[in-house]
């Protein structure tokens, strides 16, 4: 079974600072791998994915994400943080044993941005 | 494109009671499917379709039902339902079972179950 592990249930930077947010994952194929957002009250919206086209993974709102196999992970960042990042982050791995496009998550970030 | 929606946004229900929520989406997708969200558990998947007629159990199935009828809608029926029950529920729909296709998520219907 493939699982995802964030570290850091809670970050909080300040506005300009690197946002960098931690994410292991374990798959015995070799894997799809998603970032989501959470805004306060709403559903998830997808930041980026990994589907091995290339380890450097550009998103939205200049988020980005690397995949290194080597380290079993896809750390998620941004080099300058903004008010408008706070919300929570969710990292997830595509499962397509026994069909269907399953995604396993992780337990999810809280984004703190603080002034 | 209205997208994903969800019906009701909140509901407060008695143990033992049963209710259905709705989930419908227009984008003829045709891989639909219901998550939980708990505190500090993430999102885990209940039940799945890849198409009309055609549907499966996920991590978490026991104690609710569905049914895909049509390529638009996907109800989740809690039968009976418990206070562990209580919870976020988010619908989503893909493009195609098969793929990494973004999976698109409705705004949730918040439970509880007392």
């Known amino acids: 079974a493939q699982s995802v592990t964030q570290l850091g249930s809670h970050v909080s930077v300040s506005e300009g600072a690197l946002v960098l947010l931690r994410c292991n994952y374990s798959?015995?194929?070799?894997?799809?791998l998603f970032w989501y957002v959470q805004y306060p009250n709403q559903g998830l919206q997808l930041l980026l994915k990994?589907?091995?086209?290339?380890?450097l993974v550009k998103g939205i709102n200049g988020f980005e994400a690397e995949f290194k196999k080597s380290e079993t992970s896809f750390h998620l960042t941004k080099p300058s943080a903004h008010m408008s990042d706070a919300a929570e982050y969710f990292c997830a791995v595509s499962d397509f044993t026994g069909g269907g496009n399953k995604l396993t998550f992780g337990t999810g970030t809280q984004l703190k941005v603080e002034l | 494109n209205a997208g994903v929606t969800q019906t009701p946004k909140f509901q407060v229900l008695k143990t033992g009671q049963s209710m259905t929520l709705q989930c419908a989406q227009d984008m003829n997708h045709e891989y639909m499917s219901w998550y939980r969200q708990d505190p500090g558990m993430g999102l885990r998947l209940i039940h799945y379709s890849v198409g009309a007629g055609i549907t499966d159990q996920g991590e978490v199935p026991n104690g609710y039902n569905v049914s895909r009828s049509t390529t638009e809608d996907f109800p989740l029926r809690l039968l009976s339902a418990a206070p562990s029950q209580t919870s976020v529920y988010f619908c989503a729909s893909s493009y195609a079972w098969r793929g990494p296709y973004e999976q698109y998520f409705g705004p949730g219907t918040r439970l509880t179950v007392t």
């Open positions: 990994y589907t091995s086209a290339a380890t």
């Open positions: 798959s015995s194929v070799p894997p799809y």
